[in-house]
């Protein structure tokens, strides 16, 4: 991985860099080229160090502070891109029409089997979407293991599992209810969709700069 950056450092310098952060165990390859391009901007720019070993030496709180504030912003960023996408749902004309057509789907899957079908349909719905998004969050190979940002990826789909939970257990309960349970279906099969949308557009920028990363 070669650094090109805006800066009048060497290579030799912004390597040294890279092997400090290294050394910190910043094994995020986004993570290391922000704080490269951080630091060395920094240095360059605002520090009184003439080495650049003086300058890096007391910066470890700052970069463990800097890579907490990271884990932060993409962790939330992956959040709103999905409750953004269930919102969607019912405002966006597009989207409504999907919305319609799914409630007119489950009205009729919930009249017209059994109940124990019905929990049958239900469960597929809800695991199967997770499914998907654990298969596309492993792909390609230990991407998630070298970019920071990929392993947010699996969080996205943290909510609508929340559905599948709070149903275990009260099926009966809930079936009694055609209403209620319908609506809850609904909300729960919006979420997954409005889940895999967020999980394919996340992770198409992170394969995106991964690529870069490592070209």
């Given amino acids: 991985m070669e650094y090109i950056m805006n800066t009048k450092l060497t290579q030799e310098e912004i390597k040294y860099i890279d092997n400090y952060l290294k050394f910190l165990k910043v094994d995020y390859i986004?993570?290391?080229?922000?704080?490269?391009?951080?630091?060395?901007s920094e240095f360059e720019?605002?520090?009184?160090?003439?080495?650049?070993?003086?300058?890096?030496?007391?910066?470890?709180?700052?970069?463990?502070?800097?890579?907490?504030?990271?884990?932060?912003?993409?962790?939330?960023a992956y959040q709103?891109?999905?409750?953004?996408?269930?919102?969607?749902?019912?405002?966006?004309?597009?989207?409504?029409?999907?919305?319609?057509?799914?409630?007119?789907?489950?009205?009729?899957l919930t009249f017209s089997f059994s109940s124990k079908i019905v929990n049958h349909i239900f469960i597929v719905t809800l695991i199967l979407p997770q499914l998907v998004h654990l298969y596309m969050f492993k792909k390609p190979k230990d991407m998630h293991r070298n970019i920071q940002s990929a392993r947010y990826i699996m969080s996205i789909m943290s909510f609508p599992t929340l559905f599948f939970y709070a149903a275990m257990g009260?099926?009966?309960?809930?079936?009694?209810?055609?209403?209620?349970?319908?609506?809850?279906?609904?909300?729960a099969m919006v979420s997954n969709l409005a889940g895999l949308e967020a999980v394919a557009k996340c992770k198409k920028q992170v394969l995106q700069h991964y690529k870069q990363l490592v070209d």
């Fill in 30 to 40: 986004d993570v290391r080229v922000e704080l490269v391009d951080h630091l060395a």
């Fill in 80 to 108: 709103r891109s999905l409750f953004k996408g269930i919102l969607r749902y019912f405002i966006s004309p597009k989207y409504m029409v999907i919305s319609v057509g799914l409630l007119m789907l489950l009205n009729a």
């Fill in 170 to 187: 009260n099926f009966d309960e809930y079936i009694q209810k055609p209403i209620f349970f319908i609506g809850f279906w609904f909300l």
């Fill in 45 to 76: 720019n605002k520090s009184e160090y003439v080495l650049l070993e003086d300058f890096l030496r007391p910066k470890k709180n700052f970069v463990k502070s800097f890579e907490k504030k990271l884990h932060k912003q993409k962790h939330w």
